[in-house]
């Protein structure tokens, strides 16, 4: 056996990659910054935001072959006769290291998407809102890049899912059309914004009338208000503020009032902050998880979360943002479908494993917790994986070598290797992977 097929057949090691956006959580309350600290050996900053750890080949946050002796690493796989890590002290990136050993991918996968992970699978630590966005599909992505690639920086689209390891605050999709008529009732500012006609043509459309033509007059008023003068904005959400201040004296404000007044805090004459109110208000507790497709709106508010997703980092933005808007893009781009996001609980593959399995091709969750003294089996699948371990420690175990695995520890899976876990105190993992119904598909 050649030393391409050796290190074809065990796990690697990986040193991953940290985002230090302004909206992370800082120092020790931030989990990107623990496990980002103990995966590379490096001391983190207590007083820097800690937003998200990448865990991939996307090149603005490439994982690399854990250096022989370095943090968390074992003695590594054997490529071209040189150690995991190139030897000598080279530094090897998962994705080069995938260019030279395409058959770790699988051939299903190989033949989809090429010489390259489909996934990317991080951890966010959310302390402030994150801005309204969406995320193209492949057409938008591919013109979107061609036309700015300094901001949309790969072709690709980026169907998301956030699975929440704390309790996670999110706005996600338009709410429904009876939900947006009591809207326009109740806020008369966004009615200021938009205009008395505007909010008139919502206002006289039934359900009857027909999918397309909530949609038509969705997108014009949502049109009409993201692109509001920076004037009226500001007067807007100042009287918002004034007038929702005044009522919680006689009456409790709703949740969403509420949220309002906290994203105000953050982003004081925001036209996101008003844009909220055309979204649903999502709470997703520990082990529940939402996904999203391509031009779907959406701003994560607070918590932290696994995330996986199609390796792109494509962001439209337009409000709750210091960064670059493209404000017509995405109010041109958006499906304006309404109504609540389907909820993700995932389901049991073995007593200790959940899988979350969203509608995408690229990938999939697997959330596995053992208690003390326990084991189980992750079975060989045609396609990679990622693994992380976010609490205790124990032992994978693959046909040709055992790893000890503690909390900060990131391994890659090679296509058709079983895996089998222990420990003897108890383990918390995450494993990312190609979605099971497109691997099984003939």
Not at 7 to 34: I, M, N
Not at 51 to 76: N, R
Request: charged share 20%; proline share 5%.
């Amino acid at each position: 056996m050649d030393a391409d097929s050796k290190a074809a057949r065990r796990l690697l090691r990986l040193t991953c990659s940290v985002q230090k956006y302004d909206w992370g959580r800082t120092g020790a309350d931030s989990l990107v910054s623990k496990l980002y600290g103990l995966n590379s050996g490096k001391r983190t900053d207590i007083d820097k935001p800690y937003a998200e750890f990448w865990m991939g080949t996307h090149e603005s946050g490439p994982s690399f072959l854990a250096k022989k002796g370095g943090a968390g690493s074992v003695a590594g796989a054997v490529v071209n006769g040189s150690s995991a890590n190139g030897g000598c002290g080279e530094i090897v990136s998962l994705k080069s290291w995938i260019l030279k050993n395409p058959n770790v991918l699988g051939d299903k996968v190989l033949h989809r998407w090429g010489c390259d992970l489909p996934f990317l699978f991080k951890v966010l630590s959310v302390a402030k809102a994150l801005s309204i966005q969406a995320h193209p599909d492949k057409e938008l992505a591919k013109t979107l890049h061609k036309l700015l690639p300094n901001v949309y920086k790969d072709d690709n689209h980026k169907p998301e899912m956030a699975l929440a390891i704390t309790e996670f605050e999110a706005l996600c999709s338009f709410i429904s059309l009876q939900e947006l008529k009591s809207v326009l009732q109740n806020v008369p500012e966004i009615v200021e914004l938009v205009g008395g006609e505007e909010a008139n043509r919502v206002l006289h459309v039934e359900m009857q009338d027909g999918e397309e033509k909530a949609k038509f007059v969705l997108q014009s008023i949502f049109t009409n208000l993201m692109t509001a003068s920076m004037e009226m904005t500001t007067k807007a959400t100042t009287k918002l503020k004034s007038r929702l201040h005044k009522e919680s004296q006689v009456r409790p404000l709703t949740e969403k009032e509420q949220l309002v007044l906290r994203l105000e805090k953050l982003y004081p004459a925001d036209i996101g902050v008003i844009a909220a109110f055309f979204f649903n208000y999502v709470k997703l507790n520990p082990g529940q998880a939402l996904y999203l497709g391509a031009n779907e709106p959406h701003a994560y508010i607070s918590g932290e979360c696994i995330e996986c997703m199609a390796t792109s980092d494509n962001v439209v933005r337009a409000g709750l943002t210091p960064k670059h808007r493209d404000v017509q893009t995405l109010c041109s781009m958006l499906t304006y479908k309404q109504g609540f996001p389907e909820i993700l609980k995932g389901f049991p593959l073995s007593p200790y494993i959940t899988r979350y399995l969203p509608p995408f091709d690229e990938f999939e969750v697997d959330c596995c917790i053992l208690p003390k003294g326990t084991s189980s089996v992750f079975p060989a699948v045609s396609g990679p994986s990622i693994f992380l371990v976010t609490d205790g420690e124990g032992s994978m175990l693959t046909a040709s070598h055992n790893d000890a695995v503690a909390e900060g520890d990131v391994l890659f899976a090679p296509a058709n290797t079983e895996i089998s876990i222990t420990t003897s105190s108890k383990l918390q993992l995450y494993r990312a992977g190609v979605n099971s119904r497109f691997l099984q598909t003939v």
